[in-house]
């Protein structure tokens, strides 16, 4: 499985982006997918998952209610919906495949290139 992320950028605080992940690979619905962010200093950390048949979803507390995770298996495409967004949303963003429990002990089978979101304030 390969993983291509888009969608980031500049936005000011309050502010909405939706990211993409295309995943190319035959066995794309097998996995679980997620999103994964790294600040700048920091260490990459879990923001949220969707199970393979999208109906189990699970999200850190700092994104709860703003973000909103969702996959569409005919596209092959995961996505991230973000609202509300904070000036410590600002990181790179991941999208990564594996399983599902396992994607959020930082245990990824697959890393997608990271996408930049930066939010003024």
Do not use: H
């Amino acid at each position: 499985v390969q993983l291509q992320a888009s969608g980031g950028g500049l936005v000011q605080a309050g502010g909405s982006l939706r990211l993409s992940c295309a995943a190319s690979g035959r066995t794309f619905s097998s996995y679980a997918m997620g999103w994964f962010r790294q600040a700048p200093g920091k260490e990459r950390e879990f923001v949220t998952n969707i199970a393979w048949s999208g109906g189990r979803t699970y999200y850190t507390d700092s994104v709860k209610g703003r973000f909103t995770i969702s996959r569409e298996t005919a596209k092959n495409t995961v996505y991230l919906q973000m609202n509300s967004l904070k000036p410590e949303d600002t990181a790179v963003y991941y999208c990564a495949a594996g399983g599902f429990f396992e994607l959020r002990t930082m245990k990824v089978d697959y890393w997608g290139q990271g996408t930049q979101v930066t939010v003024s304030s």
